[in-house]
Each structure stands twice: as C-alpha cells, then as structure tokens.
C-alpha cells in the first residue's frame, strides 16, 4: 500500500466545520490481494450512498431496482465485478480528515490490467467520489494516482465505461489528452478487441453503439456501449450541457441504459510520470 499526497490547493472543502488548515487529504493505493473486508465495506457504502439512483426503467432489471431509489452495493457485489483478478487490479482511496478525527473514506477508484495483443490495457471498472466533495479534483487525483504502481508501468491504453461526463474527462486528463479532441479512430479501432480480451464480465457483455460502430446511427450517439444499467440521468445530463456549452465534447449523446466509451492510447514513457 502506498500513500500519495496530492497538491492541496484546490481542495478546500465547503462543508468543512473547521479551518481548511485543519484538514487533511491523503491518497491510498493497494493492489487487490492487500484489500481488507473493511476496506471493501467501506468502498461498498460509499457506492451505494453517493453513485447515484435508478432511473425511469429501472424495473426491467428487476424487482428490487427502483426508480428513485439509490444504486447499492454489497462487498460481494464490488468483488465479483471489481476484484475478480485481484494480482491485475489495484484501488485506489481518498480518505479527508478534519483534525484529529478518524479520516473518512470521500473517493475511490478501482482499475484492472490486462493484455490486449501487444498492448497493455489498464482499465478503470468503478469511480466514486462524495457528493460533499465533487468539483475538487477528487477523481482526477485518483485516476493520476494509479501512476505511482508497478502495474501501470507498462499501460499504454486506459479506458472506461461511464455515464458521467466528468469521469471520462479525468480519464483524458491521465493520458494527457483532451476531452473536446478525442481520438475517435484509435476507438474505433481498438474497441471491439479490448472489450473481446477483457476479463472484466460486465464488459465482455457489453454492446458497442453509437455513429462509431454502427451504419445508419441517428440517435445521435457517437461513442458509447450499452450496458443495460438504467441509472437516472439528471445530473450527468446537466454536466453534459456545460461541457457542450463550452464547446468541450465529443462522445455524443447519452442515451437511457447506455453508458460513454472512452479509450485513450497514452505514451510509456518517463516523461508520463
């Protein structure tokens, strides 16, 4: 386990009962043979309180996921779709605490390695941050912080599947890329594969969609895969707005049970760290 302090200079916190001076942020990083039950349990909570609600179909996944209610997780849950491959997968945590209370667990990352013809992929399967503590730098730090282990040495693609436009915009960020310039050819090129040798179950299942991999697209999606996951999608959509607004996307539209697509080819290289 490795710790990580990042620059603080942006992290001053709103909700803070005391002087931002009294705070403290600290970074973890375990590869997944070295992650306790507690551990798990707390990345468990921090899911179910903070990723988000079931959206309107909900209910076509089954009884028991209710529109409005939030998405949970169980230890089990997380391990089976996030820690299958413990020796390839490392989890990074961001814990905040305020004097000399006991730090609390406010951001998460999960990302697993595997080969992909000559190519190694390191790919980010679960990012959560509190909604206390969003627009902090929280998950891009915790996406950087992946660079510090041995099994990102030799990662020269990074990915992810998500419906919030802020995570695939950390996700550029790490490969030194830009949200609003995306390689669309290196995706399309490299989807299907990454996905076809992944280990990950919940990608081996998933379905390319959008213009990139689909003749006679009109929904306006470009890059995207559909996962079935019917999460509401009222704050991922209003962030979407701003970063159009701004003239800073282009990975189309998201659409009900569809989640962004995004890889990026990164240089391995001393240079990157």
């Not at 707390?42 to 009884?63: E, M, N, P, R, V």
């Not at 939030?70 to 299958?84: E, F, G, I, P, Y």
């Not at 390839?88 to 605490?97: E, K, R």
């Not at 970063?243 to 989640?259: A, I, M, P, S």
Request: glycine content about 4%; aromatic content about 10%; charged content about 15%.
């Amino acid at each position: 386990m490795l710790p990580v302090t990042p620059p603080t200079s942006h992290l001053a916190l709103l909700n803070c009962p005391t002087s931002p001076s009294n705070t403290s942020i600290s970074y973890k990083i375990r590869v997944g043979s070295e992650i306790s039950e507690d551990t798990l349990k707390s990345c468990a909570d921090l899911f179910s309180s903070h990723y988000g609600i079931w959206g309107d179909q909900a209910s076509t996944i089954s009884k028991y996921t209710i529109a409005g209610k939030n998405v949970r997780m169980t230890s089990a849950k997380l391990r089976a779709q996030c820690l299958s491959h413990p020796e390839n997968t490392v989890l990074v945590t961001c814990y905040l605490q305020v004097e000399h209370d006991h730090p609390q667990l406010y951001g998460h990352a999960f990302a697993t390695v595997w080969d992909h013809g000559e190519n190694k992929v390191g790919w980010v399967t679960q990012l959560v941050v509190h909604k206390a503590v969003r627009r902090r730098y929280i998950a891009t730090q915790l996406l950087q912080a992946l660079k510090f282990h041995a099994l990102f040495s030799d990662v020269n693609i990074v990915g992810l599947a998500s419906s919030h436009p802020a995570s695939c915009n950390a996700l550029a960020k790490y490969a030194a890329a830009s949200i609003n310039n995306v390689n669309l050819n290196f995706i399309h090129k490299h989807a299907k594969g990454i996905l076809e040798s992944s280990p990950i179950s919940y990608l081996k299942a998933a379905q390319l969609r959008g213009t990139l991999f689909q003749d006679n697209c009109d929904n306006k999606a470009i890059s995207s895969v559909f996962t079935e996951f019917y999460i509401d999608h009222t704050e991922p959509l209003a962030v979407l707005q701003q970063y159009k607004k701004r003239g800073r996307w282009c990975l189309g539209e998201l659409l009900d049970g569809h989640e962004f697509f995004a890889i990026f080819p990164i240089a391995v290289s001393l240079e990157s760290y």
